[in-house]
């Protein structure tokens, strides 16, 4: 099995709703990894090539950037889109990342998992089903 990771970092806020109730807008310093992992390699020796990967994180990301996550889609902001917890946020990096880079890896693999850093700390991640790109 092999496994490439790359990472990036954007600012973002949002107001999550817990238990009904909606917190006060407040913004992160949002650091993301993204996992790629595959069990063979392409006939340059490569599972995906790092820029590849990161052209995909950064156009997940870019409607994000600098906005209100409670703004942007697929967040709304009278709760009935998706909350834009931390968990969500990485379950959406996943999705968007890996249908941006699945033809280049041929069905050898995809993300395997997304991890979103919003405080010093506090991490939350996303897994494929199978470990290398199977998303629910």
Do not use: K
């Not at 998992?113 to 199977?134: F, K, L, N, Q």
Request: charged share 20%; glycine share 10%; with cysteine.
């Amino acid at each position: 099995m092999y496994e490439l990771s790359v990472q990036t970092e954007f600012c973002a806020a949002h107001a999550i709703w817990i238990r009904g109730e909606r917190e006060t807008l407040h913004g992160h310093n949002w650091r993301v990894t993204v996992v790629v992992a595959g069990s063979a390699l392409d006939q340059d020796g490569l599972l995906c090539d790092f820029h590849e990967v990161e052209r995909a994180l950064a156009g997940a990301i870019a409607p994000w950037r600098d906005r209100s996550l409670n703004d942007s889609a697929p967040f709304a902001p009278d709760g009935r889109g998706v909350n834009p917890t931390a968990e969500h946020v990485a379950r959406e990096i996943a999705r968007a990342v890996d249908a941006a880079i699945r033809a280049t890896l041929a069905g050898r693999g995809g993300v395997a998992s997304v991890s979103v850093t919003e405080a010093p700390g506090c991490v939350a991640t996303y897994r494929s089903a199978d470990g290398i790109g199977r998303l629910a």
